[in-house]
């Protein structure tokens, strides 16, 4: 595994930032990280990157230490932060130039170059008179361009048009296909769901769920109107199916493939019958409905 997590845990007095946060991550994946604000997710990255010590626990990164090998740590990351800063005075391609000297990799600031066009981004601009979407991508190719294992990105597509954030989508999984692991933390639901591989759910400092997408992507949500009483599902898929009843509405969640409840379906007094992915957002409302 690239990155691992045991018991990792971060208190502040009484208050408690981040608890017994066990989590992997290998390499060529992404992984998402999902939770509202104060759910963890930033104290885990900051654990992670070695700006804090952890109460209890450890973290590694490609085998170093997070605590005691932080500086090794932050050689083998790149880290794109929720809300960057640039230099303002210098120009687009100063700051490639800048970062990819930084980094000591000669051919960073032709990378870099790459990925602002597929941004549409002109270098040649100012940071000072960027508007806040051109920053982002700025920022964005910063955090791509190195040729490091891990990269982190923390609310990638903040102030981004969507045929922006779609391009943001295609160059996590060119990295994904370069073999680097890419940790990406995220509100927008949707976008998670079609970049990750696996998802982590932090509440309160609780990691409560991981959700592999693949196996999420066969399950399937069954909304209908009942003209009748529903009959209870053959023994052997009562306990693949999730049945919801409100009045003359009915919810039925399946956690794997549709094709065996169908035989059972058909025989429902069902009507206006519309059947959909169960989607990332259905898990996530599982732990964060009220949050």
Known sequence: ?????????????????????????????????????????????????????????????????C????????????YLPGEPRLFRRMRGRDVLSFFARLRGQRDGASR????ARQLDLDLSTRVSSMSTGMRQKLALAVALM????LVILDEPTSSLDPNVRDVVGQLVREARGEGRTVLFSSHVLSEVEAVCDRVVILRKGKLVHVQVMRELRRQHRIRAQLKGELTAPPPELADEVSIHKEGTSVLIDTPGELSPLLAW??????????VEPLGLARVYERYHKNS
């Open 1 to 65: 595994m690239l990155l691992e997590t045991e018991h990792l845990s971060k208190h502040y007095g009484r208050v408690t930032a981040l608890t017994d946060c066990s989590l992997a991550a290998d390499r060529g994946e992404v992984l998402g990280l999902l939770g509202p604000n104060g759910s963890g997710k930033t104290t885990l990255l900051r654990l992670l990157l070695g700006y804090m010590k952890p109460t209890a626990g450890s973290a590694k990164i490609d085998g170093h230490n």
């Open 146 to 149: 190195p040729d490091v294992p």
């Open 67 to 78: 605590t005691r090998d932080a500086v090794a740590v932050r050689k083998s990351v790149s």
């Open 112 to 115: 870099g170059e790459g990925f």
């Open 265 to 274: 379906l058909a025989a429902q007094p069902l009507t206006e019958v519309h």
